[in-house]
């Protein structure tokens, strides 16, 4: 080929590859655990960010380019959850709706910053997330020292003159939770009875409940996960002991139920308001019942996640953290959460903590 065609063809070549740079598909990504003990939760995350990918892209996607959904499985473990946000580092991942453990958010948030990656928690809620989280660094749910110092008031009011004991599973979600709730209710001049740990994934805690049931504990508030608390106040039951269980929202999944059977009757928890009943959400929860899919728990926060990313993208007009983070700390986004905003530090600036109770089956609000 002579010198000035070859020179030509590379030059078509370049303007042709810049082209396709340009309108690439934009990568994003969500992690939490899609296999093992809490795996329920990785699939109302996994749910959430596919059904939210696809809205977007019906409607002509993200500053015109199409988005690629990547899912992660940590399994809620911290190790693993660093190894998925290398492998999208590796996949250019641009945006992360995850992850769902507090002790997998922390690590890989790190991972995150240092690369230039967004991420956006739809469900971690230990303050370390975003008290010592870079800029990148958000989430769309509440903070255990907000949920602490609810269920700690919840305690000393409606459990007046009980025993209230304080276990934890010694995981940063778990036993940053039981502090919490531990510090408010001291504050209210409660001591509890009992302040033990346990460790998760263990199928036999008889000896905890005889210890608790032993000290004639009333209330037991659990910081952990609902596979734990529901063999627990199971196992209770199965010694005649109708201790009260309280826990927060690990407990929103129809898995608690199908652990305990009526003994999860009246169990009591903390979450916040339900995006189900939210007006905005109407459309998007109608899709997912017509799929025979209930989007409880943290569906509709992953969903609500990727929302604000998204529209936080098109005002910014850029995938650039730098300019994307900017915005979402300036701007009010319209999701299925309703409208939400974050302040400085990444936290999300809309309504606290509620109580729920289960019965028959389903939580609802407590009265």
Known sequence: ?????????????????????????????????????????????????????ADLNAKGG????????????????PKQAVAVANKFVSEKVVFVAGHFCSGS???????????????????????KLTEEGGPNVFRV????????TVAGNYLADKFKGKKVAIIHDKTAYGKGLADETKKQLNKRGVKEAMYEAYTAGEKDYSALVSKMKGANVDVVYVG???????????QAREQGYGVQLVSGD?????EYWKITGTAGEGTLMTFSPDPRKNPAAVGVVKKFRETKYEPEGYTLYTYGAIQAWAQAVGKAKSTNWKKVADTLRKSKFDTVLGKIGFNK?????????????WKDGKYDYAK
């Open 62 to 77: 993200v500053m015109g380019q199409k988005l690629v959904l990547k899912i992660g499985d940590d399994a809620c473990d």
């Open 105 to 127: 958010s922390i690590p890989a948030s790190k991972v995150y910053t240092e690369e230039g990656i967004l991420q956006i928690s739809p469900a971690s809620t230990n303050p």
């Open 250 to 254: 690990a407990l929103v999944t129809d």
């Open 224 to 234: 952990g996960y609902h596979t734990e608390a529901g063999l627990m106040v199971r």
């Open 1 to 53: 080929m002579p010198n000035k065609l070859k020179l030509q063809f590379l030059a078509a070549a370049a303007m042709a590859g810049c082209a396709s740079a340009a309108w690439a598909d934009i990568v994003i990504a969500t992690a939490g655990p899609m296999t093992g003990q809490y795996a329920s939760f990785g699939e109302q995350m996994r749910r959430g960010a596919e059904l939210a990918v």
């Open 141 to 148: 749910c509440g903070r255990d020292d907000q949920q602490g």
């Open 345 to 357: 530090k990444g936290d999300v600036t809309a309504p606290g903590y509620v109580f729920y109770v």
